[in-house]
């Protein structure tokens, strides 16, 4: 997957089909002692794929990370409507 880092461990029960888990994933687990539960994704507070510091790493069920990202889209949609608007003005 793009922009993440993926490390090599084939005994983990998420890695994909040639053995590879996101980086993320393993440090949210070892962070937070635990394995991720089943159907919840490790979200990257600031964005960055590939900033696995543990204070940037925030797990969450799947359905609730998709409404966020949602509500961030369009967040991001009011804001170029907002500055598009005001460029007009000028």
């Known amino acids: 997957i793009r922009g993440y880092i993926r490390v090599l461990?084939?005994?983990?029960?998420r890695a994909d089909k040639r053995g590879y888990v996101c980086e993320h994933i393993l440090v949210w687990e070892k962070a937070n002692n635990k394995?991720?539960?089943e159907g919840w994704v490790v979200h990257h507070l600031n964005g960055i794929r590939n900033d696995n510091r543990p204070v940037?790493?925030?797990?969450l069920p799947d359905k609730k990370h998709r409404r966020i990202l949602a509500a961030k889209a369009r967040?991001?949609?009011?804001?170029?409507?907002?500055?598009?608007?005001?460029y007009q003005l000028l």
Do not use: G, M
């Open 9 to 13: 461990f084939p005994e983990h029960p």
């Open 35 to 37: 394995p991720l539960p």
């Open 56 to 59: 940037n790493l925030v797990a």
């Open 75 to 86: 967040r991001i949609q009011e804001l170029e409507a907002l500055l598009n608007s005001q």
